[in-house]
């Protein structure tokens, strides 16, 4: 399994970016899996954002709710991030992957958000 994050970049305080990830090299597998955004910014561990169920329930952190929507299509093996109201503090590399993290898949490299204030 190769997990392909796109759609960072550097926005503004208050600005919007919407992250894809991509599941090449897996068939049915991907539908089966709870999905989650993961974010890792320098000097800190890597924390769950934002995840969604088989069924599309959806859970965020405290941190970003009402600020950021995930959502998915198994149909393109895709999992996506809307992120509004963007802050400094959500300056990290931006990774998806199972949620929760049991036998979870390589990690891919992830995409860089830079939130300038």
């Known amino acids: 399994v190769q997990l392909q994050a796109s759609g960072g970049g550097l926005v503004q305080a208050g600005g919007s970016l919407r992250l894809s990830c991509v599941a090449s090299?897996?068939?049915?597998?991907?539908?089966?899996?709870?999905m989650g955004w993961y974010r890792q910014a320098p000097g800190k561990e890597r924390e769950l954002v934002a995840d969604?169920?088989?069924?599309?329930?959806?859970n965020y952190a405290d941190s970003v709710k009402g600020r950021f929507t995930i959502s998915r299509d198994n149909a393109k093996k895709a999992v996506y991030l809307q992120m509004n109201n963007l802050k400094p503090e959500d300056t990290a590399v931006y990774s998806c992957n199972k949620a929760p993290l049991v036998r979870e898949w390589p990690w891919g490299q992830g995409t860089q958000v830079t939130v300038s204030s």
């Open positions: 090299r897996i068939t049915f597998t991907f539908s089966i899996n709870a």
């Open positions: 969604i169920s088989t069924s599309g329930n959806t």
